[in-house]
């Protein structure tokens, strides 16, 4: 089992449509959570961390169940300029490198 | 402006030359990462370092060196050995007190 699935995608949607990203870890003893966003031959960027009880900014919704070891991303009203793939990041200790899930590319269509 | 600087963009070797691709950072960051990613693929680490004069292997190390002489600059070596060396190379950095890690613009390297 790959230590972080994300939604294999692509999602195509239209402009001002909701779209949900969702992502699951294996190891329970994960403490940080993480979405990047990454265009197309750019570098990854920290869109937002995951807290446990779930953060907003603007658009974007992240959530967390540790339970369910369940990470989401909601992004409401959707942007040309939301078009890109979506990683899902987990950091399993303080010090240890971040582990990225293979990203969900999103097409947002007008 | 402070960041995390990669070069060059873009590489082309010969198969069976070694090759060198640049990390520096003026972030005053201790940890630093090399990762690779290929067509469709998620990020895979090579190798970081935590501290200066210090690093470990990554998921993917074979075929792949690094020196930490300096805290700045985290150098990857690509050597002939590495099989499928074509790919995007993504250098990353962390402070002690944070929580993510910011990412170099990347290196793309073709090797004919």
């Known amino acids: 089992r790959k230590e972080v699935e994300q939604d294999p995608g692509p999602f195509n949607v239209p402009e001002g449509a909701t779209v949900a990203f969702n992502c699951t870890y294996s190891?329970?003893?994960?403490?940080?959570f993480f979405w990047y966003r990454q265009d197309c031959r750019k570098e990854p960027k920290l869109l937002m961390s995951?807290?446990?009880s779930g953060n907003e900014d603007g658009r974007f919704t992240a959530q967390l169940n540790r339970a369910s070891q369940y990470i989401s991303l909601l992004i409401r009203d959707s942007k040309l300029s939301d078009s890109a793939t979506y990683l899902c990041?987990?950091?399993?200790?303080?010090?240890?490198?971040?582990?990225f899930g293979k990203g969900t590319r999103l097409s947002v269509i007008a | 402006d402070g960041g995390i600087t990669q070069s060059p963009k873009y590489l082309f070797r010969k198969e069976g030359q070694n090759v060198t691709l640049s990390c520096e950072q003026n972030?005053?960051?201790?940890?630093m990462y090399w990762y690779r990613q290929d067509p469709g693929q998620g990020l895979r680490l090579i190798y970081y370092?935590?501290?200066?004069?210090?690093?470990q292997k990554g998921d993917i190390a074979e075929g792949y060196s690094v020196s930490r002489e300096k805290k700045e600059s985290f150098p990857l070596t690509v050597t002939s050995a590495q099989k499928n060396p074509t790919a995007f190379y993504l250098c990353?950095?962390?402070?002690?007190?944070?929580?993510?890690?910011?990412f170099g613009p990347g290196t793309r390297l073709t090797v004919l």
């Open positions: 990353a950095s962390k402070g002690r007190e944070a929580d993510t890690q910011y």
């Open positions: 190891n329970s003893a994960s403490q940080s």
């Open positions: 995951v807290y446990s």
């Open positions: 990041v987990v950091r399993n200790s303080g010090n240890t490198p971040l582990v």
């Open positions: 972030l005053n960051h201790d940890a």
């Open positions: 370092s935590q501290i200066v004069n210090d690093f």
